[in-house]
């Protein structure tokens, strides 16, 4: 593989645990996991698929909160070592919105990438049916709220860290009114993030009998990054099982300049429920990534991943070796 650059800020207090003794997994689990228990607020009722951003010398996030209505609300939070959080009770109040958007309906699974200095939140926005809201934020206290990226039904909008051939670059996963029993990754391109264009096929579900926990529906899950070897995106994989639906995620490679086209994809996941609170909660069998941290220098990543749609928790890991997993166990 040669020497492998990995681009983005040097994070050498990000949160971390060493591999334990005896482990020979690519991603270990936090022993003090669920990082976020699901009653962290005061009418929460659960806390998971959420993201999470290094911010002014700690880190910042948006969270996907259920209220104790079931209502699917966003709020903010902030940590200094992004292990211990505050999340602010108050949900998230965008501004600026066409007021045919803005109404809120319903919002979940948020996804953050900071692009030349501004922080971007992509979630599944509720504007007759599910579809791809967007805003940014320099402070995770005001909110700027823009045009839905595209028409229902979408899910799994993630952006890409910076601009690729001049435009910005958008993952997403087109879908219907429900619990989709379908779903492949697409890749889509803006000059000003209004008006998209340029989708192009990226992924689609593999076959059973070459890789059964992604071979019902994918979609994107942390902000990918950017490396010699192209970019490294995580995604979540379906099966769908005989006691229901699981989630699991796993790894591919995507070209730097047409990151349509897949350079290797994982056969094998590098998740899947195992533990209690991955098997247990308001939806059993989930393991569903929506954030990252690395720090380039060590190659370390840290992912926030939601678990039984109910608590939120983190794992850990080398990129080079994530890196040298992906092509080891591909399928293209």
């Known amino acids: 593989m040669g020497i492998l650059e990995i681009k983005g800020r040097n994070l050498p207090d990000m949160p971390w645990q060493d591999r334990p003794e005896g482990c020979s997994d690519v991603l270990w689990r936090y022993s003090a996991n669920p990082v976020i228990r699901r009653d962290l607020l005061p009418d929460s009722n659960s806390i998971f698929n959420s993201a999470v951003v290094p911010f002014k010398g700690g880190y910042a996030g948006v969270f996907r909160c259920d209220d104790k209505n079931r209502r699917m609300t966003l709020h903010a939070g902030f940590s200094k070592d992004g292990l211990n959080w505050d999340i602010n009770p ?64 979408n899910r799994n909008g993630v952006l890409f860290p910076r601009k690729i051939n001049g435009k910005f670059a958008l993952l997403s996963r087109p879908s219907d009114t429900g619990h989709t029993a379908f779903g492949d990754i697409f890749y889509s391109e803006s000059p000003d993030l209004e008006y998209w264009g340029h989708h192009r096929h990226v992924m689609a579900p593999a076959p059973f009998e070459q890789s059964a926990w992604q071979c019902m529906k994918i979609g994107a899950g942390p902000v990918p990054i950017e490396t010699s070897e192209g970019w490294l995106l995580l995604f979540h994989g379906v099966l769908h099982s005989c006691n229901g639906y699981v989630y699991a995620f796993g790894s591919a490679l995507l070209d730097l300049d047409q990151p349509w086209k897949p350079i290797a994809r994982s056969g094998q996941y590098l998740i899947s429920p195992r533990e209690i609170y991955e098997l247990t909660g308001d939806v059993p069998n989930v393991t569903f990534p929506c954030a990252s941290l690395h720090d380039p220098e060590t190659g370390r990543i840290a992912v926030y991943y939601g678990c039984a749609d109910t608590v939120t928790g983190l794992a850990f890991g080398y990129i080079p070796e994530i890196i040298e997993f992906t092509k080891r166990t591909s399928i293209l």
């Open 90 to 153: 108050g949900t998230i109040r965008f501004e600026g919105a066409d007021p045919e958007i803005g109404e809120w309906v319903y919002g979940y699974d948020p996804r953050v990438a900071e692009i030349d200095g501004k922080f971007y939140v992509t979630w599944c926005n509720g504007y007759h049916g599910p579809t791809i809201g967007l805003a940014w934020t320099d402070d995770f206290r005001t909110f700027h709220q823009l045009e839905n990226a595209f028409l229902p039904y």
